[in-house]
């Protein structure tokens, strides 16, 4: 496993690198990476983002790498924060695959991307996904209230970047 020195590194390996270098735009990545890198933790402002939020994709892949994305939706706040570098929210009854939660038992690595369509911003938020089936306290208080969807478990995500 690749150590990472720069919190972009989670989507800059090595190779994204070279071909930013090669195809000249490397230096600018180079000097948000001098001042720190992408953020870690989730601010005031990427807070409101967040909780006015109505829907996002969740990406994962499983053991073999096949990448997966699945929409994910309810009432604004449904995607909450536990604190600055935890999100999670209540996995509602679906198509019954399982896709997802298949992937997250064979690999933790996720991407959460909300997209503002009226507002035209968009927040990419990489990091661990786990789902959590055994603790009805925690899946109650991630539900929307009076929200009427089907809660089955908890997806609670880690923020690496």
């Known amino acids: 496993m690749a150590q990472h020195i720069y919190s972009s590194d989670v989507a800059f390996t090595p190779t994204v690198k070279e071909i930013q270098t090669r195809k000249g735009s490397r230096e600018s ?3 948000v990476e001098a001042k720190g890198g ?10 409101e983002f967040i909780a006015a939020q109505t829907s996002f ?4 892949a ?5 990448p997966y994305i699945q929409h994910r939706g309810g009432p604004p706040g449904f995607l909450k924060m536990l604190d ?4 999670a929210f209540a996995d509602f009854a679906g198509n019954q695959q399982f896709i997802t939660q298949g992937n997250l038992a064979d690999n933790p690595k996720a991407h959460i991307f909300l997209i503002d369509y009226v507002n035209r911003q968009r927040v990419k938020i990489w990091g661990e996904a786990r789902v959590i089936e055994d603790d009805p306290a925690l899946v109650a208080s991630l539900m929307p209230q009076g929200y009427r969807a089907r809660p089955e478990q908890a997806i609670v995500f880690r923020i690496t970047a």
Do not use: I
Request: glycine share 8%; aromatic share 12%; charged share 20%.
């Open 38 to 47: 992408w953020r870690t933790a989730v601010d005031p402002g990427l807070a």
């Open 57 to 60: 994709f969740l990406a994962t």
């Open 62 to 66: 499983n053991a073999e790498g096949q």
């Open 84 to 87: 600055k570098t935890t999100l």
């Open 29 to 31: 990545y180079a000097r």
